[in-house]
């Protein structure tokens, strides 16, 4: 069963289905009542809930943002 907009009818709705940023390079996906943050299609951390999850990604994302020439070559 597929539900597109789970939390529509819920009134008190939980942290969204996981976040993707723009570039795809990060992810944060649910597991269980924890999120597996994902970069590269590798697991790198687990955070707790979604804000903690998204506050992760947001520190190491921009550290990451400094390019490299390995990534050109």
Known sequence: ?????EGL?????GDPNGYVTKDGMWAAVPYGKKF??????QQVHTANNYKSAKTYIQKSAKGASVSTLEQFL
């Open 1 to 5: 069963m597929n539900i597109q907009n």
């Open 9 to 13: 009818l819920n009134p008190k709705p």
């Open 36 to 41: 597996i943050i994902l970069h590269n299609g």
